[in-house]
């Protein structure tokens, strides 16, 4: 079974699509991981969030919760969130909803109660933006998670596998990869195939 890990998608939907065919994705074959930041900055995040939850509900698919996606979700009931939202591309995503407020709604509920914070197998922790160094699994921070950004070794015995702070191409760090290539910022949309390491970008 090949790990197929993609981050910060980010509405991009065309760049998503092209990707995972790109990587010959197969679900019967495949595990898919998907690291967060599914929504804002790019044009059509309703269309991206409707193609995660069809990927989750029918093949299996995991999905982790991203800084944007969790500022989404929160941003309907505390204004403070709701200004941080703002100021980190909130107009684009309400846009791509075109008015459908029942449905941007839905698609915030189950966002809500289907992106989990990490996941984690054998070799590898799959999480959005990192961790903190030599803090346990289970002690480590929701902020840490969605928004960290270090290339210090993290220590806990497996490779962190993450997104979040964009870099030209697949980069490591010690015990971490960093696979968010800026596709929303003009660069590629990249696919890292585990345990090979072999990459895919469009």
Known sequence: MRYLVVSDIHGAIEKFENVLKEA???PEEDQLIMLGDYIDRGPRSKEVVDKVQKLV???GAIAIKGNHDDLFIRSQDDTSTRRIW????????????????ERMQRHREWLENNLLLYYETENFIFVHA??????PLERQQEETMLWTRHTEEIGLG???VHG???VRDVSYYED???IDTGAVYGGKLTILELPSHQVYAV
């Open 130 to 135: 990192g961790l903190h160094p030599n803090i």
């Open 86 to 101: 703002e100021l980190n591309g909130a107009d684009s995503t309400r846009e791509s909803y075109n008015g459908d407020f």
């Open 24 to 26: 010959s994705y197969d």
């Open 164 to 166: 979040h702070t964009p």
């Open 158 to 160: 497996k490779t962190v």
């Open 57 to 59: 509900e029918e093949d």
């Open 176 to 178: 971490q990869v960093d």
